[in-house]
């Protein structure tokens, strides 16, 4: 059973940093691909950082690239993200997402969800 657990959100200043963890465990299939995702109320989920442990390769959209590092732990089964100069913009409900099936640039294809994690950023 397929189990994503986020932590480590919360409230900071703009300009500080935050990492968020991702217990992910329960996988069976080597394709798996992880990916965290964001959502202000009222508009689409963002999928922001992406990255497929067997090759090594990682996405990230213009709105974070260059301040965020997503990052894989295959011993500990954790996927994490480091967040630096945090923005007001960066504020939303961020969620630990996965798939094993698919191109893992689909967002579609992300079919396991975590039950998300508050990060507030104040000016």
């Known amino acids: 059973q397929v189990q994503l657990v986020e932590s480590g959100g919360g409230s900071v200043q703009a300009g500080e940093s935050l990492r968020l963890s991702c217990a992910a465990s329960g996988f069976t299939n080597s394709r798996v691909y992880l990916g965290w995702f964001r959502q202000v109320p009222g508009q689409l989920r963002e999928a922001f950082a992406l990255i497929w442990p067997r090759y090594g390769s990682t996405y990230y959209a213009d709105s974070v690239k260059g301040r965020f590092t997503i990052s894989r732990d295959n011993t500990n089964d954790m996927v994490y993200q480091q967040m630096n100069s945090l923005k007001p913009t960066d504020t939303a409900m961020y969620y630990c997402?996965?798939?094993?099936?698919?191109?893992?640039?689909?967002?579609?294809?992300?079919?396991?969800w975590g039950q998300g994690t508050q990060v507030t950023v104040s000016s």
């Open positions: 997402a996965a798939g094993d099936g698919g191109y893992w640039l689909s967002t579609g294809n992300y079919k396991y």
